[in-house]
Antibody, heavy 116, light 107 residues
Framework: EVQLVESGGGLVQPGGSLRLSCAASGFTFSNYWMSWVRQAPGKGLEWVAN????????YYVDSVKGRFTISRDNAKNSLYLQMNSLRAEDTAVYYC?????????WGQGTLVTVSS | SYELTQPPSVSVSPGQTARITCSGDALPKQYAYWYQQKPGQAPVVVIY???ERPSGIPERFSGSSSGTTVTLTISGVQAEDEADYYC??????????FGTGTKVTVL
């Protein structure tokens, strides 16, 4: 069964940092682009970033450029999102998703709350 | 920044047809994808590459494209189809964007 499990969310103060992880199983992780998507409470979906199979290409939404870094470790079947200089508007559920014929599947999400 | 525009809400009676549109300037050049999200759950792709249906998605879900508008059609709507629906595509630089979302209510 293809499965994605996010972890690392929590409460952080404005200006702080957090590192999200996404553990993949049930498929050959190194064969796929991967994405992070977020959803603020009661709001719509916002794509955040994606990364090529070998990590050689990365793309970001403008609002996180220079603050967030997407990375992966194919040996550990894991995807990461390093989030620095966090702002209140970064508060959201963060999902990882496999990028193939659409974003499919998605993990269950991990909640990041930025607040003092 | 690139935007995909959807109607905020669509209401439909059981057994009728629901159509959800998504408009964006780059849609003639980029594929569109559709996701269904039920409360408290992660989204699920219901249409990929404009009109392809993933395995396990009911045949009542279909997608089409015409110019700068793509459409998700749900034929013979069932109560279980009540959810939020989002289109998604890419801009010319390869970054992804989601539509504004449409809440489908089954009357």
């Amino acid at each position: 069964e293809v499965q994605l499990v996010e972890s690392g969310g929590g409460l952080v103060q404005p200006g702080g940092s957090l590192r999200l992880s996404c553990a993949a199983s049930g498929f050959t992780f190194s064969n796929y682009w991967m994405s992070w998507v977020r959803q603020a409470p009661g709001k719509g979906l916002e794509w955040v970033a994606n990364i090529k199979q070998d990590g050689s290409e990365k793309y970001y939404v403008d609002s996180v450029k220079g603050r967030f870094t997407i990375s992966r470790d194919n040996a550990k079947n894991s995807l990461y999102l390093q989030m620095n200089s966090l702002r209140a508007e970064d508060t959201a559920v963060y999902y990882c998703a496999r990028d193939y014929e659409g974003l499919d599947p998605w993990g269950q999400g991990t909640l990041v709350t930025v607040s003092s | 920044s690139y935007e995909l525009t959807q109607p905020p809400s669509v209401s439909v009676s059981p057994g009728q047809t629901a159509r959800i549109t998504c408009s964006g300037d780059a849609l003639p050049k980029q594929y569109a994808y559709w996701y269904q999200q039920k409360p408290g759950q992660a989204p699920v792709v219901v249409i990929y590459k404009d009109s392809e249906r993933p395995s396990g998605i009911p045949e009542r879900f279909s997608g089409s494209s015409s110019g700068t508008t793509v459409t998700l059609t749900i034929s013979g709507v069932q109560a279980e189809d009540e959810a939020d629906y989002y289109c998604q595509s890419a801009d010319s630089s390869g970054t992804y964007v989601f539509g504004t979302g449409t809440k489908v209510t089954v009357l």
